[in-house]
């Protein structure tokens, strides 16, 4: 069997995220939460579909709705999930979180909110549950800079192979460590 790199492939030709599919208890409840509270708007699904869903759309993304009402057999957790920013969940870019926080008060949904600082810049999130428990971000995201890692500063310490004693660097300490692997791979890179 031969090992092939995957750096040795071209990235698929993908264009965009198209949609998110989530499996729902109720597709009527959670078409009522994606229009009411996220504002996507119900959008026409092929007739040739033999089970109850709903694709809703906005902001350049789908979402796709299927109904599957035994949902709760598999559910071990007979109470609602805790909200953990670090959970599996889809994030939005907002304009205005201050306004999202008192939309979700009003309609008295749960959330829960975390900031990220960046070198001054500051992101401010807040993290919801759908009908379902999906965790939901919205977020002003945008305020940091998407940098690709190759646009990290980087200065090589020859001969210090060992990640744990390097010192991160603008872009943090794995980045550096990718770096660092990198330029001595190329070093040692014989023709």
């Not at 033999?50 to 057999?73: C, K, Q, R, T, V």
């Not at 109470?79 to 309609?107: A, T, W, Y």
């Not at 008295?108 to 001054?120: D, I, K, P």
């Not at 940091?144 to 010192?167: A, L, Q, R, T, V």
Request: net charge negative; glycine share 6%; with cysteine.
């Amino acid at each position: 069997m031969e090992i092939v790199e995957a750096s040795s492939y071209e990235a698929l030709p993908l264009l965009s995220l198209n949609h998110v599919s989530l499996l729902v208890r109720s597709v009527t409840t959670s078409v009522r939460f994606y229009e009411d509270v996220l504002g996507f708007a119900l959008i026409k699904r092929p007739s040739s579909f033999n089970f109850h869903g709903a694709w809703l759309f906005n902001y350049g993304i789908g979402i796709h709705l299927l109904e599957n009402e035994s949902m709760d057999e598999y559910d071990t957790m007979n109470e609602p999930r805790p909200i953990n920013p670090k959970d599996n969940h889809i994030s939005f870019q907002c304009r205005d979180v201050g306004l999202v926080k008192k939309r979700l008060e009003e309609m008295g949904m749960r959330y829960v909110t975390a900031v990220v600082e960046e070198e001054g810049i500051q992101v401010d999130q807040v993290f919801f549950h759908d009908p379902d428990g999906y965790m939901v971000e919205l977020c002003n995201c945008e305020n940091i800079p998407i940098m690709p890692i190759s646009s990290c500063s980087f200065k090589p310490k020859h001969g210090n192979n060992n990640y744990k004693k390097m010192e991160a660097t603008k872009c943090g300490l794995m980045e550096t460590f990718m770096m660092e692997t990198l330029s001595m791979d190329m070093m040692n890179f014989s023709f």
